[in-house]
């Protein structure tokens, strides 16, 4: 094996839970957002392929990262991602720390408690979202806001794929010491139905998912460009309605994924309400702005 390439599983941006550069964002900033998901898909990719020992991932990681800062050019997706930074005046930092992410995934499989799941999340997720911001030039001010949302992506994802992210590659993302206060221990994530313990332990962390969420709540007014704030918002209320339906569902046993016609419906019910929500903002925001003149 010589390149991420022979890694690939396949994944496009079509088939992820959330909207990745949707028909939504701006023509002229899908192509810098697509080569940041492709680069980050061929080192998930590896850090995910079963039959790659860790030492070759970790080379192969470290050779993205190289052609990233043009040490090399043996990595196509990280030439096209060096040269679309580079025509924006972009850093590589947000890659890089996805990359930093990926080498977690292979040396780290076990999170300690809630805190240390989102310090994995400001690397695995959080830039994701910030790379997006910079694209479409948006203020360093919303970074909280998105950094609440992006966490809760990232946890709703772990919630829904607990299972087979134990059983397939032995990672367990489900904070130890929820396990601990449930007397669960990891094994009980390889079953094929959920305990009451486990149940209501995964339903606690959907319910603190809920909290990141409200605090990501200003985000979709707070960006400037409209078609961001729509898609942001469509995002928010597909993570809604899954972390609702992982408080009350079992991810080992039940369907925790929306349907493609529930996705389509739940999207454009987040994105009515972000013009809603918009259009209310810049009312109130005019009714003050006339009283101070």
């Given at each position: 094996m010589t390149t991420s390439a022979d890694a690939r599983s396949g994944k496009t941006h079509r088939d992820e839970n959330f909207p990745v550069a949707s028909r939504l964002?701006?023509?002229?900033?899908?192509?810098?957002?697509?080569?940041?998901?492709?680069?980050?898909?061929?080192?998930?990719d590896v850090a995910d392929h079963p039959s790659i020992a860790d030492a070759e991932k970790l080379m192969l990681i470290d050779r993205l990262e190289d052609t990233l800062l043009g040490r090399s050019d043996v990595e196509p997706?990280?030439?096209?991602?060096?040269?679309?930074?580079?025509?924006?005046?972009?850093?590589?930092?947000?890659?890089?720390?996805?990359?930093t992410a990926f080498r977690l995934d292979?040396?780290?499989?076990r999170y300690r408690?809630?805190?240390d799941l989102i310090g994995y999340c400001s690397y695995s997720a959080m830039p994701v979202g910030r790379f997006v911001l910079d694209v479409h030039g948006e203020s360093r001010a919303t970074w909280p806001a998105n950094d609440a949302l992006c966490a809760a992506l990232q946890i709703i994802n772990h919630l829904q794929d607990c299972g087979a992210d134990y059983r397939g590659l032995d990672r367990v993302y489900i904070p130890l010491d929820?396990?601990?206060r449930e007397h669960e221990t990891v094994e009980a994530l390889g079953r094929d139905e959920a305990s009451p313990a486990l149940?209501?332990?995964?339903?606690?962390?959907?319910?603190?998912?809920?909290?990141?969420?409200?605090?990501?709540?200003?985000?979709?007014?707070?960006?400037?460009?409209?078609?961001?704030?729509?898609?942001?918002?469509?995002?928010?209320?597909?993570?809604?309605?899954?972390?609702?339906?992982?408080?009350?569902?079992?991810?080992?046993?039940?369907?925790?994924?929306?349907?493609?016609?529930g996705f389509?419906?739940?999207?454009?019910?987040?994105?009515?309400?972000?013009?809603?929500?918009?259009?209310l903002h810049a009312r109130a925001s005019g009714a003050g702005a006339a009283q101070d003149a």
């Open positions: 964002i701006r023509p002229r900033h899908r192509g810098a957002i697509l080569a940041f998901y492709a680069f980050v898909r061929a080192a998930d997706d990280g030439v096209r991602l060096r040269e679309a930074l580079a025509a924006r005046g972009l850093s590589p930092r947000h890659a890089q720390d996805l990359l292979i040396t780290k499989r408690d809630w805190d929820v396990l601990a149940q209501r332990g995964l339903a606690q962390l959907a319910t603190r998912t809920m909290a990141l969420l409200d605090r990501a709540e200003p985000l979709a007014i707070e960006v400037r460009d409209l078609r961001l704030g729509l898609e942001i918002a469509a995002i928010a209320r597909l993570a809604r309605t899954l972390a609702r339906a992982l408080q009350r569902r079992d991810p080992l046993s039940q369907r925790v994924h929306l349907t493609r016609g389509a419906g739940v999207s454009l019910l987040g994105i009515l309400h972000g013009l809603g929500r918009r259009a």
